[in-house]
């Protein structure tokens, strides 16, 4: 669920672009602090961040982490929640195993793969439920922000599928066409919708994640 890097084309063409973002890479404040400490990227500081604004992590709560890998996400979700928590991880990536982690490699367009979710549920639902899915980027803005909405759209589809009432739901969007629409359908679902930008996102980018906070089943929706 996540963009894989493209290769340089034979004349060379993206070299220098690629070598001001390795060195602004390993330069970056979070990058470095995320080896400090151990995370498996510096998208941990984000997860850390939108949960201590609104409230999203306790101890013993069942989570699914939608576009796992490498893992950073897990990794926090491991030391906020203790041990009774569940946490199940899906990605199209492989990820390294993380002790007290259930992954699930599949593609989340997949029946097998909702299969597989539930099955490892345990009949339950999930108080929460996070998205850090990415499209794989062609450079073609209208294509790559509409594949982003896509994946916001499924994420919130699932999100329906496996949240229990009054659960919370954290996913990636890109500002763009069709964000506002987005944006609408989150707040429609839940009780409160936020739109987040953590410090740990680059500047110049336009990820930001919407928080949807006391999720309404259907039936309980706005009229």
Request: charged share 30%; proline share 4%.
């Amino acid at each position: 669920m996540r963009a894989r890097p493209k290769s340089l084309n034979p004349a060379g063409k993206k070299h220098k672009f690629g070598k001001a973002w390795m060195h602004e890479h390993v330069s970056d404040h979070w990058v470095q602090e995320a080896r400090r400490r151990g995370y498996r990227s510096r998208a941990a500081f984000k997860l850390i961040e939108l949960a201590a604004k609104d409230r999203l992590l306790r101890p013993g709560m069942t989570v699914l982490d939608l576009g796992a890998a490498p893992g950073s996400w897990c990794q926090v979700l491991r030391e906020r929640l203790g041990p009774m928590a569940r946490i199940v991880a899906i990605d199209v990536l492989e990820m390294d195993s993380l002790a007290g982690v259930h992954f699930i490699r599949g593609d989340l367009d997949d029946a097998a793969t909702l299969r597989a979710v539930d099955a490892a549920l345990l009949g339950h639902r999930a108080d929460l439920v996070l998205c850090d899915m990415a499209p794989n980027i062609s450079g073609i803005e209208s294509a790559d922000q509409a594949r982003g909405v896509h994946l916001g759209e499924l994420a919130l589809e699932l999100a329906a599928r496996w949240l229990q009432p009054g659960g919370d739901l954290v996913v990636k969007a890109f500002q763009g066409e069709g964000f506002t629409g987005l944006t609408q359908a989150v707040q429609a679902q839940f009780d409160k919708g936020y739109v987040r930008k953590p410090k740990a996102s680059r500047d110049r980018s336009r990820e930001v994640f919407l928080v949807g906070k006391g999720f309404r089943p259907a039936e309980q929706g706005r009229e």
